[in-house]
C-alpha cells in the first residue's frame, strides 16, 4: 500500500515562505510523478504543481507560476512545494498525490492520482 505524508504547513504572514515535504513510501518512489493539490474552505480542490518522475520537468497552475517551486528528491523519497510571496488566497490545505502510471509527465488532473495524502492546512495571514 502506498502512503503519502504531507508536513510543513502552517500560519505565515502575506507575503511570507512556506516549505510543505511530502514523504512517499511503500512503492519505488522515483518511476512516478508526484503532484501538489488545494483545497480552500468552500471550493473544489484544485491543481496547484506537478513534477515528472525524474524531476525533468514541472507543471504549475497560472495561480502559482513565478512564486512556487515544486522539487524532489528521490533518495529521500520526498517531494517539496517552496511557497513564497505567499497571499491570503493561498490559504487552503494542501494535498499531495502520488501518480499511478510509471514514467509519466507532471498531470494537473487529478485522474493520473492515485495515492493521496491527508492535508497539511497553510494559512496565510493579510
Known amino acids: 500500500q502506498v502512503q503519502v505524508v504531507e508536513s510543513g504547513g502552517g500560519l505565515v504572514q502575506a507575503g511570507g515562505s512556506l516549505r510543505l515535504s511530502c514523504a512517499a513510501s511503500g512503492r519505488t518512489f522515483r518511476g512516478y510523478a508526484m503532484g501538489w493539490f488545494r483545497q480552500a474552505p468552500g471550493k473544489e480542490r484544485e491543481f496547484v504543481a506537478a513534477?515528472?518522475?525524474?524531476?525533468?520537468?514541472?507543471n504549475y497552475a497560472n495561480s502559482v507560476k513565478g512564486r512556487f517551486t515544486i522539487s524532489r528528491d528521490n533518495a529521500k523519497n520526498t517531494v517539496y512545494l517552496q511557497m513564497s510571496s505567499l497571499k491570503s488566497e493561498d490559504t487552503a490545505v494542501y494535498y499531495c498525490a502520488a501518480g499511478t502510471r510509471p514514467y509519466s509527465s507532471p498531470n494537473a488532473n487529478e485522474s493520473g492520482y492515485g495515492y493521496w495524502g491527508q492535508g497539511t492546512q497553510v494559512t496565510v495571514s493579510s
Open positions: 513534477i515528472s518522475w525524474d524531476a525533468g520537468s514541472a
